[in-house]
């Protein structure tokens, strides 16, 4: 398998400019520095207009006594922004419904003409997907009558790591020999994946490894995990994990937040 057939470039986020200063700050920390610089400027604008002295003075003094209004405020507009992203991801859903069709190569679990259908797209190397998948296939657990859907979407790889590509591949040739959920299971388990930890996973659950190289080589696979990046590209999808729930993007990962949206589209 080489690298070039491991993943379509153009459906691979862009990875953060890494050395300097800034990647060394949190996303939080810099948004809400940005949001003072803001509110700061705000208030040195509107100075002229207001009567009472030294307004932008006054709004810094009340931020530094009270810094927890900064956090509300940035809260407040991560939690719009993200609105926004799953209301435009939703749109393109609607707009491109086959795209969320049931596709057999899939690992699917639960009644194919189950009310309620959770789709999961995924990284086996994301950190998020590693903290949420026990809750998440406890939910699975809880909920026989729903059908879950695992996109496998490898887009962790850099340069001539490809890693995340081959385990994708790999519990992909798992389940051809009827033994994903047990591969899943472990590959998430595993914090430190490589080509040899992931081939002993499969030798472990007692996978043909002679029938699942020659899947995970095979060009039907490449197909399998193209269309999958293509479908993510398409939807707009920025990261790992992505659920949706009959057809709707979660705007949270946690699996409280799938949880109660299974019962909303149960009812």
Known sequence: MTDDEARPDAHTPTPAPQGSILSSLSGKTLAGAALAVSVLALGASVAPYLTGGDF???????LVANPQVLDEVLAARQAHEEQSR????????KANPALLAADARDPSFGPADAKVTVIEFFDFRCPGCKAVAHDYRALMAAHPEVRFVFKDWPILDRGDDVTS??????????????????VYDALMTERALDRAAIDGILVQHGVDMTKAQAAIASPEMTRHVTDIHTVAATLGLQGTPTFFINGKASASI?????AKMIEDAKR
């Open 56 to 62: 932008g003075g006054r709004v810094r003094a009340y």
């Open 86 to 93: 799953v209301q435009t991801i939703n749109a393109a859903v």
């Open 165 to 182: 590509q081959y385990a994708a591949r790999a519990a992909l040739a798992a389940h051809q020999q009827g033994k994903y959920l047990e």
């Open 254 to 258: 946690e699996p409280a937040a799938v």
